[in-house]
């Protein structure tokens, strides 16, 4: 996907090969240093951004790339992506087969690792040949499962760089070609050896010593960390697939006065299509015919619908909610407003720093300080005379000692315990990146219709005149709204019935567009809406129900008026209602030392009316916003020097979610708010949002505690390990030690509670 601006270019390439941040960081390194190009490499969604002079060709940046050691190609547009997985489910075995090597290879190093580590840790299963068994079984995990690490260490090698996957494939190749020499030319092949249990420090020649158990377990344990990490970055472009295809997929084009149903896709500027009640509007467009109630707050977040009516102009997606309309397309395609918001979500996504994992950090200056001091070893001790099998057995223990076995439990674990405890509380972590935001977090917006409020239209507040029975105008008005199909009267039917029962069926029903309803109920002639449709009947509110309205109104709510015999009786308060527990979550939210910002596309009366019920001063609230306003604000906020979460649950939001250093999606939303999210709280429960944050923060502490303890157990053991005094057993004890302590700690998370609980 190339775009041209005036003296430069854009392409975003699809990058290949990566299997950590430092990849990401690299490829990017090398591309800034072309000439006139600026690049950014995101990690998470295996994209680059590049922005290049006229001189640089797309070519030369594929081939930059390539030469780094990666393929890069140009990605296929979303568009065509999302038309070629609606003919079948086809993308779906796709993205399957992505991972079924990874899973396959994951697989056989559990089945083989696992006997290989009982035998050698239980001194009971050690029978005559045991460790002839234990290679046989740890030879496919060494060589066919643990070959991605021994591929990407090789490209590494060839481009003068070390990550974790050296330090994996120098560890475990150490490990089984040392095991090799022992039970091949060692003592260690002897019917009978057994692993004794010495817990004493001397020097060894080490040839009776194998490590086959390391190399296994090591494999088995970094492969089931890379196997759920490739499921979580599947499903990167998501959000934008989910935008794409909120969209009508058929659209019926009236042409020659006929109607014909045609594939939205082949809409073309200037056709009018007809659009009936429940159906979503094809594409952007003008009404031409008809008047209806439109249900657009997946777009604006406007709770309320909006009423449309010739010359009016409509969004594609929207909802219609009422009458029949014809509209006239005035944008199609790529131009729609949909598709500019799934490029807004796309951009913000690109825009992201990418996430660098702490090990990966620590690795860049670790793994080469681990081979050095393995050479090192080795020199020092041939140099003292000590012997060449007694220098490599020192330079082998190095590297075994460093072989990061804690190091790669310590993420996977605490990441899993910490998911699994989420998913019973309905809180979802998409990744380990996520977790290194929730600490930085300051900053809090909520959107308000679906996050803050129930995103329905309620009845709240009923007022009657003197001698008015409240009941009598629940049944009277409720009988007459049933019978409409605007979101309004629905709101007033379900609160009418939930108070007075079954409603009357009404006579005479006819809906007067733009003001209300009317009819005959139990021998009365009811009139419900504006009160505009009072005045054309010759009724006035009196003062009291005159300023109720007025109040109502001031709030935020919309009022309705009812009339039956000549007489208006009542006025009715309908709004999108508060969530019970917004209070109170946005108290919880500012224990965490978060400031909470309300942001809507509602208009302000009703944006300060909510603030002010939950809680919100009035100067943190931000309204009448568009979706790429949303996006704005959070950048606004970003630009301040503020660390911004979001919480959100309208495709409205997708973009921002996107935008915000951590997006939370309610799970009550729609699928594009929930895949642009970082989190996902499945409970439509502000609440979860504290929960979630504190949940995340303390699987972030115990990632951490686990990868200090995974370190340290390093530091400590690697100069023994080169003084030649590391006994194996010892070595393999500590190992064991340190796995099981990082299991344990990472299962301390299993006792999280909520904050009410």
């Known amino acids: ?73 140009e990605p296929q547009p979303e568009t065509a992506r999302s038309d070629d997985s609606a003919s079948g489910a086809g993308s779906t075995q796709e993205e399957s087969d992505e991972l079924l090597p990874l899973r396959r290879r994951l697989t056989a190093a559990v089945a083989l690792a696992v006997p ?125 697939k989910a935008l794409l295809e909120l969209g009508a997929k058929d659209v019926t084009v009236v042409r020659a006065g006929r109607e014909e149903l045609i594939p939205v896709g082949e809409l073309k500027v200037g056709d009018r299509f007809l659009v009936r009640p429940g159906e979503k509007i094809a594409t952007d467009g003008v009404v031409v015919e008809g008047s209806s109630a439109v249900d657009a707050s997946m777009l604006t977040g406007e709770s309320v619908p909006v009423e449309v009516g010739t010359g009016d102009a409509v969004t594609g997606a929207t909802l219609n909610a009422g009458g029949r309309l014809v509209v006239e397309a005035t944008r199609v395609g790529a131009d729609t407003q949909l598709a500019r918001m799934a490029k807004l979500v796309e951009d913000a996504q690109n825009g992201k720093a990418a996430a660098q994992r702490l090990a990966d950090k620590i690795s860049a200056v670790f793994v080469p300080v681990v081979i050095a001091l393995a050479l090192g070893t080795l020199g020092f001790w041939l140099g003292n005379g000590a012997g060449l099998t007694a220098a490599f057995t020192a330079a082998v223990a190095v590297l075994i000692i460093a072989c990061p076995c804690a190091l790669g439990l310590a993420t996977p674990t605490a990441l899993m315990v910490g998911t699994g405890r989420g998913a019973q509380l309905g809180i979802l972590i998409k990744g380990p990146e996520v977790l290194e935001t929730t600490r930085t977090v300051d900053t809090i917006v909520l959107d308000k219709t679906g996050t803050v409020t129930t995103g329905k239209m309620t009845l709240l507040a009923v007022h009657t005149t003197d001698g008015t029975d409240e009941d009598d105008v629940l049944r009277l008005a409720g009988a007459l709204e049933h019978s409409s199909e605007h979101p309004i009267a629905q709101a007033v039917a379900s609160g009418a019935a939930a ?25 009365h002639a009811v009139l419900v809406g504006r009160e505009k449709l009072l005045g054309e009947w010759a009724m006035s ?68 009316a909510v603030a002010a019920e939950v809680g919100i001063a009035p100067e943190h ?44 999606a309610m799970g009550t939303g729609t699928d594009a708010a929930i895949e642009a999210g970082d989190l996902t709280l499945v409970r439509g429960d502000l609440r979860v949002a504290a929960d979630a944050i504190r949940l995340s923060r303390k699987t972030l502490g115990t990632i951490r505690s686990n990868l200090f303890w995974a370190f340290a157990y390093n530091v400590a053991a690697l100069p ?38």
């Not at 081939?63 to 393929?71: K, N």
């Not at 208006?568 to 965490?592: G, Y």
């Not at 950048?635 to 919480?647: D, P, T």
């Not at 998370?749 to 909520?754: I, K, M, N, S």
């Open 499 to 523: 108070r007075v029962g079954t409603l009357p069926a009404p006579e005479d029903f006819a809906n007067i567009a733009g003001l209300g309803v009317q009819g005959i109920v139990e021998g």
């Open 621 to 664: 609230v931000i309204a009448e916003v568009m979706p790429q306003d949303k996006v704005d604000a959070v950048k606004r906020l970003q630009s301040e020097g503020r660390s911004v979460a979001m919480v959100g649950d309208g495709v409205n939001d997708a973009a921002a979610l996107a935008q915000a250093d951590l997006g939370l």
């Open 116 to 240: 290989v580590i009982a035998m050698a840790m239980v001194p009971a299963l050690q029978f005559e040949y045991w460790q002839w068994l234990s290679l046989t079984l740890a030879a496919p995990v060494v060589t066919y499962a643990a070959w991605p690490f021994h591929k990407a260490a090789w490209t590494n090698a060839k481009h003068g760089a070390a990550t974790m996957d050296t330090l994996i494939s120098v560890g475990t190749s150490a490990a089984f070609l040392w095991s090799l020499w022992a039970l091949f030319f060692g003592t260690a092949g002897t019917p009978g050896m057994t692993h004794p249990f010495e817990l004493t420090i001397a020097r060894t020649d080490g040839a009776g010593n194998i490590y086959l158990e390391a190399a296994a377990g090591v494999t088995a344990f970094i492969l089931a960390g890379r196997y759920f990490e490739a499921r979580s970055k599947r499903k990167a472009g998501a959000a934008l």
């Open 541 to 608: 509110l009196p003062e009291e129900l005159r300023r109720a309205k007025a109040e109502a109104e001031a709030a935020g709510r919309t009022a309705i008026a009812v009339a039956w015999d000549g007489e208006a009786r009542a006025v009715l308060e309908v709004a999108d209602a508060i969530k019970e527990t917004s209070p109170e979550a946005i108290e919880r939210l500012r224990a965490l030392g978060l400031t909470p910002i309300l942001l809507t596309g509602d208009n302000k009366a009703v944006a300060e």
């Open 1 to 73: 996907m190339t775009t041209t601006t005036p003296g430069a270019a854009e392409v975003e390439l699809a990058i290949g090969g990566m299997t950590c941040a430092s990849c990401a960081a690299r490829i990017e390194k090398k591309l800034n240093r072309l000439d006139g190009v600026e690049a950014t490499v995101n990690y998470a969604t295996e994209k680059a951004k590049v922005t290049f002079r006229e001189d640089v060709t797309v070519s030369d940046l594929i081939a930059t790339v390539e030469a780094t050691g990666y393929t890069a190609r």
């Open 720 to 757: 023994l390990a080169a003084a030649g005094l590391l006994n194996p057993m010892i070595a393999g004890a500590a190992m064991a030690f340190s796995s099981v302590f990082v299991v344990g700690n990472s299962l301390r998370l299993r006792g999280f509670q909520p904050a009410d609980r």
